[in-house]
């Protein structure tokens, strides 16, 4: 079965970097992209971007363009989420998808079961 | 960007009753495509629409989506228990936007 297994929680302080890495098993990784998405305490979902499992290449919402980097590693089926700069309006669920596409960001079909990530001095 | 914007924001049903919300876009979604997700505390968000009217793998059929252009709903025929939870819109027309989301509490 399709299966997206996240890393753990995460704590950093304000500055730092953050990298979360989201396994898939159970289906062809590269014939679907990952998206990302994430939710900060009593707010909704916001999407940070996708990445491409079969050329590397990624699409990032504006608002995270230069902070966030997705990396894919199709040898272990793994793709990496890494944020910079981090500020406490980065505390939040980080959550990773199959993606049905792998030319642009499309849904989400299947997801993995979140990292909290809590900035923090 | 284009904005998505849900009403009501909240919503409170019985079980058995017919639950109706809106998404508007603040411009026309290319392709209609819209998807909606149902999210509950502590669980990822889960597919059930995708391209405004197609229910996901194993979606029951009392969901429904319809609309097109900038308007869309999500319909749930009669409501479970199970469905109390939090509904979000998503257009993947022009990049990637999520509506505000709207509560559905008991």
């Known amino acids: 079965q399709v299966l997206l297994v996240q890393s753990g929680t995460e704590v950093r302080r304000p500055g730092a970097s953050v990298m979360v890495s989201c396994k898939a098993s159970g289906y062809t990784f590269t014939k679907f992209g990952i998206t990302w998405v994430r939710q900060a305490p009593g707010q909704g979902l916001e999407w940070l971007g996708w990445?491409?499992?079969?050329?590397?290449?990624?699409d990032y919402a504006q608002k995270f363009q230069g902070r966030v980097t997705l990396t894919t590693d199709t040898s272990t089926t793994t793709v990496y989420m890494e944020m910079t700069g981090l500020t406490f309006d980065d505390t939040a669920v980080y959550y990773c998808?199959?993606?049905?596409?792998?030319?642009?960001?499309?849904?989400?079909?299947?997801w993995g079961q979140g990292t909290l990530v809590t900035v923090s001095s | 960007e284009i904005v998505l914007t849900q009403s009501p924001a909240s919503l409170s049903l019985t079980p058995g009753e017919r639950a109706t919300f809106s998404c508007r876009a603040s411009q026309r979604v290319s392709g209609d495509f819209v998807a909606w997700y149902q999210k509950k505390p502590g669980q990822p968000p889960r597919l059930l629409i995708y391209?405004?009217?197609t229910r996901a793998t194993g979606i029951p059929d009392r969901f429904r989506g319809s609309g097109s252009r900038t308007d869309f709903t999500l319909t749930i025929g009669r409501l479970e228990p199970e469905d109390f939870a939090v509904y979000y819109c998503q257009q993947y027309g022009s990049w990637l936007t999520f509506g505000g989301g709207t509560k559905v509490e008991i």
């Open positions: 998808g199959r993606d049905l596409d792998t030319i642009v960001p499309t849904v989400g079909d299947y």
């Open positions: 391209g405004a009217s």
């Open positions: 990445i491409n499992n079969n050329n590397g290449n990624a």
